[in-house]
């Protein structure tokens, strides 16, 4: 009976659903979950409302996820999943705007030391130091966002429906060559959303104070050619 029904009316069962669930119901169906339909399930596992999100675009910023557990959470669904969210804020006035970015995700515990959310229902580890700290560097083990073989991350932008490689000529660490142990301290990535390109820092906490690295980090951002 389920697969006598139509194919549109079968994606379109699948598409009302979370994306944990939709991917159950998607194999229940024999329907296959498009790329865009996971994507856009991510934000939903982590916001519960769009109110920081709409404060943050009408300051003209647009939120990212950083993170190469972004291929798991879509792809595979196995967890945790540890992202790091940017908004690309230098000015700090965002964490001063009404609602607390808290107060708009979904169910979680917050580590006020770490400035992590470990969300109840979805698996998901959200670093959002960027936002409580406002900070040019984000504090966090860059190695939780590469992957465990080499230096790759990936990124999802705001309003778009695909992931964004990061690969290694995108990343500086302390070497000209970028490897995972050259950046495990710290290092920046080229990071751009529609409209603005920059270098988005990522350091442990209490980085070392002879810490360097192989090219200084641009000081503005500059707009996407």
């Known amino acids: 009976m389920l697969l006598e029904l ?9 598409d009302y659903f979370p994306l944990k669930s939709a991917k159950y119901v998607s194999r229940l169906l024999h329907v296959n979950l498009s790329e865009k339909k996971r994507v856009q399930q ?3 596992e982590i ?20 993170g ?13 999943y540890y992202l790091v969210l940017v908004d690309g804020d230098w000015s700090g006035d965002l964490r001063y705007k009404k609602p607390n970015i808290l107060d708009c995700l ?6 006020k030391k770490t400035n992590e959310v ?20 984000i504090a966090v083990a860059p190695r939780k966002i590469f992957s465990k073989r080499s230096v790759s991350s990936a990124t999802l932008v705001w309003g778009e429906t695909a992931l964004r490689k ?12 970028a490897s995972l142990d050259t950046v ?20 442990v906490r209490d980085c070392p104070c002879d810490f360097r690295l192989a090219r200084s980090p641009r000081v503005k951002k500059y707009p996407v050619s």
């Not at 519960?48 to 939120?63: F, H, Q």
């Not at 979904?106 to 580590?111: A, K, L, V």
């Open 6 to 14: 139509a194919q549109e009316l079968r994606e379109n069962i699948v």
């Open 42 to 44: 991510i934000w939903h």
């Open 47 to 66: 916001f519960k409302d769009y109110r920081w999100i709409n404060s943050a675009r009408e300051m003209g910023l647009t939120p990212i996820l950083v």
């Open 68 to 80: 190469h557990d972004l291929y798991d959470l879509c792809y595979r669904y196995k967890g945790p």
């Open 106 to 111: 979904n169910p979680h515990s917050f580590d």
């Open 118 to 137: 470990t969300f109840k229902n979805s698996n998901i580890i959200l670093n959002i130091d960027g936002q409580i700290r406002a900070s040019e560097e």
């Open 166 to 177: 990061i690969s290694r000529k995108d990343v500086t660490g302390t070497k000209n060559k």
């Open 184 to 203: 495990s301290i710290g290092c920046y990535f080229d990071l751009s959303d529609k409209k603005w390109r920059w270098d988005q820092c990522f350091q």
